[in-house]
C-alpha cells in the first residue's frame, strides 16, 4: 500500500471517527494522535506539441479513431475524460459557421449497490452490464453546475468530427444489428461505450510504441492550456 493511499485511509477514518465523537458513541477519536504519511506527488507533464501531434498520427486508423476523437475533443475543449466519452451527438451541434458542443452529462463506472440506493448524483442511463457484474457505466450528471457549459470548436476539430460522424454511419450499416447505437461520439466500431480502462490501455500501448514517457489522458488538459497560451 503507497503512502499517498494510505493518508486517504486515515483521513477516511479520522473524519468517521469524528462524526461517531459528535454523536457520543465514542468518547475521543484515536486516530487524531497518528500523524498522516507523508508523501510527494508525482509531478503530471503535458505532453508536448511535438508529441501531440505524432500520437494523433499513431491514432489515425480504424483501430484507435476513438481514441483520436477523444484526444482532439480533451485537447481542443480542456475537457475531462468522463465529460468526452459521455458526449452524445445530440449535443454537438456541427452546423453553422460557429460549431459547438455542450457538456450536459459524464461517463462513469458507478457501483450498482449505490445506482439502486441512489447514493450517486442523478442517473441518466445506465449502460446493460454482464450479469454478476458489481459495477456499470452510466451517464450522470457532470462534477459541479459549473461543468456544465457550451464550448466552441476549432474548425480542423469540427472537420475531425463530422468525418467521424460519416465513419460512424457506415459501422451501423455494416453490423446492422449487432450495432450497440448509444449516440455516443467517443465509442467503440460496435457502437459500445468507451470507459476509462479501455483508454488507459490503449495510452499505454501507444506510448510504449512511440517511445513516450507515460502520459495519462488527463495531461491532454495540460496540454490543451500549453496550446491556447501560445
Not at 8 to 14: E, F, M, N, S, T
Not at 45 to 53: F, G, L, S, V
Not at 105 to 119: F, M, V
Not at 191 to 208: A, E, F, H, N, Q
Request: glycine share 2%.
Amino acid at each position: 500500500v503507497t503512502d499517498a493511499t494510505r493518508q486517504k485511509i486515515l483521513k477516511l477514518l479520522r473524519t468517521a471517527f469524528n462524526f461517531a465523537v459528535k454523536l457520543d458513541l465514542l468518547e475521543r477519536n484515536v486516530f487524531n494522535k497518528i500523524e498522516l504519511p507523508k508523501y510527494k506527488e508525482k509531478l503530471r507533464r503535458a505532453a508536448t506539441i511535438e508529441e501531440y501531434h505524432r500520437m494523433i498520427n499513431y491514432c489515425n486508423n480504424d483501430e484507435n479513431r476513438f481514441l483520436l476523437i477523444a484526444i482532439e475533443l480533451s485537447v481542443s475543449c480542456s475537457c475531462r475524460l468522463g465529460e468526452v466519452t459521455g458526449l452524445t451527438w445530440e449535443n454537438v451541434h456541427l452546423d453553422g459557421s460557429t460549431p459547438f458542443i455542450e457538456i450536459k452529462q459524464s461517463l462513469a463506472r458507478e457501483s450498482r449497490d449505490a445506482i439502486k440506493s441512489s447514493n450517486i448524483t442523478e442517473i441518466y442511463f445506465a449502460f446493460p452490464t454482464e450479469k454478476g457484474s458489481r459495477t456499470q457505466l452510466v451517464l450522470k450528471q457532470p462534477k459541479t453546475e459549473a461543468s456544465v457549459r457550451r464550448i466552441y470548436l476549432p474548425s480542423q476539430v469540427a472537420k475531425v468530427l463530422r468525418t467521424w460522424k460519416r465513419e460512424q454511419s457506415h459501422y451501423k450499416e455494416l453490423l446492422d444489428r449487432e450495432y450497440h447505437d448509444y449516440h455516443l461520439v467517443v465509442s467503440q466500431q460496435n457502437g459500445d461505450p468507451v470507459d476509462s480502462t479501455l483508454i488507459d490501455k490503449r495510452m499505454k500501448k501507444m506510448c510504449k510504441a512511440l517511445e513516450i514517457d507515460n502520459i495519462s489522458f488527463h495531461c491532454f488538459r495540460h496540454t490543451s492550456a500549453s496550446l491556447k497560451l501560445k
